[in-house]
């Protein structure tokens, strides 16, 4: 059996053109770009080049990307850089559904005499920007919104997010890891200070990232050592990966229409068939505003860890909105800010599709999911309350009555 893979927003597959790209500079092409020689000096054109390739995508000045070794170190940077750059103001705006590379950062501030807001959405995922202009002042060092959410696939609008921010004089970052590559950035045009990107979500692989840092922007360097990244991030460039980012960010760019076409259609096919087929079952996130490769779809009464179970045994990988907490099955912080019902919450699937996937993935999945949803139900107690029409037992309720805080 062929394994269906549709957890594109977990991590990706390296493209093998990528993979190809990389290879010379781990054996003929070991210089050190810094190095005075050719011999290196050579190698540095295609860290440029890679740099070019990136700015490209987004439409930035090749001068405005930083690497770094993945989103978080981004996501890190970013805020870290920001507020050592602004030492006398001391709050941070941040959403509660961003990821943790964001989302640990702000709870860390708070944890160390910063004051933190946390905005929230609705039940669609969505921010009140009402809420957003409120929480401004001229104590506030930076603001951070994620472009699009990893778990429910919700876009902001963070171009009207930007104008608002950058009205104030306030500098606005967003963690736009899960956007880049499926829809389309413009740096040249958006009110955007600094992006985080990350190489093993456009099928670049694991382990390198990059900033986008707007010139002009204060920016206090992370990581302190040689003159490497104009002065912005000491160590020795990885060149492997940096040139593997550039191969991927220049086939991103080419398969950006795939994306929102061949890729959306598989997406809301596989979203109509499992609805129509699967009852009891719904779609978390606003669905008109949406990535084109992501569905979240919660299937009431039952655990979501049961149901990746029985998908696996026939192949298919996915992610659920629930995470094993001490030994607690907890609805994802996404879900909870959304105010999931907990019946449902338990029961989320995420699907992420990409370019690899095909038809006959779709219809695989479509095939095997209403049989195993029947069987995880059929021994689901909170199912069998359900139909019975009695209240649910306090145990699934009692999962998501009290609010986690991971610190
Ligand atoms: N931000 C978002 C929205 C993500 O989905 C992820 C990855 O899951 C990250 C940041 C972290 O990226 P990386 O795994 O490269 O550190």
Same mark, same amino acid.
């Given at each position: 059996?062929?394994?269906?893979y549709?957890?594109?927003?977990?991590?990706?597959?390296?493209?093998?053109a990528?993979?190809?790209?990389?290879?010379?500079?781990?054996?003929?092409?070991?210089?050190n770009?810094?190095s005075?020689?050719?011999?290196?000096?050579?190698?540095?054109?295609?860290?440029?080049?890679a740099?070019?390739?990136?700015?490209?995508?987004?439409?930035?000045?090749?001068?405005?990307? &930083?690497?770094?070794?993945? +989103? %978080?170190e981004?996501?890190?940077a970013? =805020?870290? *850089?920001?507020?050592? @750059?602004?030492?006398?103001?001391?709050?941070?705006?941040?959403?509660?559904?961003?990821h943790?590379?964001?989302?640990?950062?702000?709870?860390?501030?708070?944890?160390?005499?910063?004051?933190?807001?946390e905005?929230?959405?609705?039940r669609?995922?969505?921010?009140?920007?009402?809420?957003?202009?409120?929480a401004?002042?001229?104590?506030?060092?930076?603001?951070?919104v994620?472009?699009?959410?990893?778990?429910?696939?919700?876009?902001?609008?963070?171009?009207?997010?930007?104008?608002?921010?950058?009205?104030?004089?306030?500098?606005?970052?967003?963690?736009a890891?899960?956007a880049?590559?499926?829809?389309?950035?413009?740096?040249?045009?958006?009110?955007?200070?600094?992006?985080?990107?990350?190489?093993?979500?456009?099928?670049?692989?694991?382990?390198?990232g990059? &900033?986008?840092?707007?010139? +002009? %922007?204060?920016?206090t360097?992370?990581? =302190?050592? *040689?003159?490497?990244? @104009?002065?912005?991030?000491?160590?020795t460039?990885?060149?492997?990966?940096?040139?593997?980012?550039?191969k991927?960010?220049?086939?991103?760019?080419?398969?950006l229409?795939?994306?929102?076409?061949?890729?959306?259609?598989?997406?809301?096919?596989l979203?109509?068939?499992?609805?129509?087929?699967?009852?009891?079952?719904?779609?978390?996130g606003?669905?008109?505003?949406?990535?084109?490769?992501?569905?979240?779809?919660s299937?009431?009464?039952v655990?979501?860890?049961?149901?990746?179970?029985?998908?696996?045994?026939?192949?298919?990988?996915?992610?659920?909105?629930?995470a094993?907490t001490?030994?607690?099955?907890?609805?994802s912080h996404?879900?909870?800010?959304?105010?999931?019902?907990?019946?449902?919450?338990h029961?989320?699937?995420?699907?992420?599709?990409?370019?690899y996937?095909?038809?006959?993935?779709?219809?695989?999945?479509?095939?095997?999911?209403?049989?195993i949803i029947?069987?995880?139900?059929?021994?689901?107690?909170?199912?069998?309350?359900?139909q019975?029409?009695?209240?649910?037992?306090?145990?699934m309720?009692?999962?998501?009555?009290?609010?986690?805080?991971?610190?």
């Open positions: 059996m062929k394994t269906v549709m957890d594109n927003n977990a991590t990706t597959r390296t493209d093998p990528v993979v190809e790209a990389m290879l010379p500079f781990f054996s003929e092409l070991y210089g770009p810094s005075m020689h050719s011999f290196g000096g050579q190698v540095g054109r295609h860290v440029r080049e740099r070019e390739k990136i700015a490209a995508l987004i439409n930035a000045h090749p001068a405005e990307i &930083l690497f770094t070794s993945c +989103g %978080t981004s996501d890190n970013a =805020i870290m *850089g920001t507020l050592r @750059s602004y030492p006398d103001k001391k709050h941070f705006i941040m959403t509660r559904v961003e943790p590379a964001v989302l640990n950062v702000g709870h860390y501030l708070r944890a160390r005499g910063y004051r933190v807001t905005l929230g959405v609705d669609k995922g969505r921010l009140d920007l009402g809420e957003l202009r409120d401004l002042s001229d104590d506030t060092a930076l603001v951070s994620m472009t699009a959410n990893n778990e429910t696939g919700v876009i902001f609008p963070i171009d009207e997010i930007g104008e608002i921010v950058k009205a104030r004089g306030i500098p606005f970052h967003t963690d890891v899960q880049v590559g499926k829809i389309p950035m413009d740096m040249a045009r958006q009110p955007i200070d600094m992006l985080s990107l990350s190489g093993h979500k456009l099928h670049a692989p694991k382990g390198v990059a &900033l986008y840092i707007r010139r +002009g %922007t204060k920016f360097p992370f990581v =302190i050592g *040689g003159h490497q990244e @104009s002065g912005k991030r000491g160590g460039e990885n060149v492997p990966y940096i040139v593997g980012l550039g991927a960010s220049e086939l991103a760019g080419e398969h229409k795939e994306e929102n076409t061949r890729v959306k259609k598989m997406r809301d096919r979203e109509k068939e499992l609805l129509e087929r699967i009852p009891n079952a719904m779609i978390n606003d669905p008109g505003n949406r990535l084109p490769n992501t569905t979240s779809i299937f009431e009464y655990e979501g860890e049961s149901i990746l179970l029985l998908m696996n045994a026939v192949q298919i990988c996915a992610s659920s909105g629930s094993c001490s030994g607690s099955l907890e609805p996404v879900l909870r800010a959304m105010g999931v019902p907990f019946t449902a919450a029961g989320s699937i995420r699907f992420s599709l990409s370019v996937n095909s038809e006959e993935d779709v219809d695989h999945v479509i095939e095997q999911m209403p049989p029947q069987k995880v139900r059929d021994i689901s107690p909170f199912w069998k309350d359900f019975a029409g009695k209240p649910i037992s306090a145990l309720a009692g999962g998501s009555g009290h609010d986690h805080h991971h610190h």
